[in-house]
């Protein structure tokens, strides 16, 4: 099993709807997962931490589940500009240091 | 405004050519690390800094040279050694946490490297 792994799209969703994916991690013993997004060619921005209890910003929602080890984004009513790639993020864990990245996951949000 | 510079924007090289790839920051944190971007890939670890005067290997860091001679500042050199340096360098800093990777890391916008 890949450490981090992604479905890479691309996702073509229409304006206005409700998108998730999800990204499967392979180390229990990781504590920290972030969400980022990253613009073509671009440095990736961090779009939320994801905490054990689920959160959420605006129109992301971010869950853990620990139990099968992979962490979830859901976009409501999304627009143009969620168009990007999504890149989850979960520290390497027991002992060792870094993060690890998933290749990501397109969006495209179509009019 | 605080936030993470990376010069130059675009960088080219002849091969057998040292380069150094410039990243300052002006958050204050103590953290520092150098991630290389290949197509379609995603960000593999080269080097990492978590305090001045001390610097730890990623993944990736044979041909791969930094140092951290002050909190500001991590310079990466893409030695000759690196037998395909072609990529996007992004440089990012933290906080510093009880491990490297607990805290989220706030990224420049990076450099591409190309060899003539």
């Known amino acids: 099993r890949k450490e981090v792994e992604q479905d890479p799209g691309p996702f073509n969703v229409p304006e206005g709807a409700t998108v998730a994916f999800n990204c499967t991690y392979s180390?229990?013993?990781?504590?920290?997962f972030f969400w980022y997004r990253q613009d073509c060619r671009k440095e990736p921005k961090l779009l939320m931490s994801v905490y054990s209890s689920g959160n959420e910003d605006g129109r992301f929602t971010a869950q853990l589940n620990r139990a099968s080890q992979y962490i979830s984004l859901l976009i409501r009513d999304s627009k143009l500009s969620d168009s990007a790639t999504y890149l989850c993020v979960v520290n390497k864990g027991g002992g060792a240091d870094g993060l690890t990245f998933g290749k990501g996951t397109h969006l495209i949000i179509q009019p | 405004d605080g936030g993470i510079t990376q010069s130059p924007k675009y960088l080219f090289r002849k091969e057998g050519q040292n380069v150094t790839l410039s990243c300052e920051q002006n958050?204050?944190?103590?953290?520092m690390y150098w991630y290389r971007q290949d197509p379609g890939q995603g960000l593999r670890l080269i080097y990492y800094?978590?305090?001045?005067?001390?610097?730890q290997k990623g993944d990736i860091a044979e041909g791969y040279s930094v140092s951290r001679e002050k909190k500001e500042s991590f310079p990466l050199t893409v030695t000759s050694a690196q037998k395909n340096p072609t990529a996007f360098y992004l440089c990012?800093?933290?906080?510093?946490?009880?491990?490297?990777?607990?805290?989220?890391?706030?990224f420049g916008d990076g450099t591409r490297l190309s060899i003539l």
């Open positions: 800094s978590q305090i001045v005067n001390d610097f």
């Open positions: 180390n229990s013993a990781s504590q920290s």
């Open positions: 958050l204050n944190h103590d953290a």
């Open positions: 990012a800093s933290s906080i510093q946490g009880a491990r490297v990777g607990n805290q989220p890391q706030h």
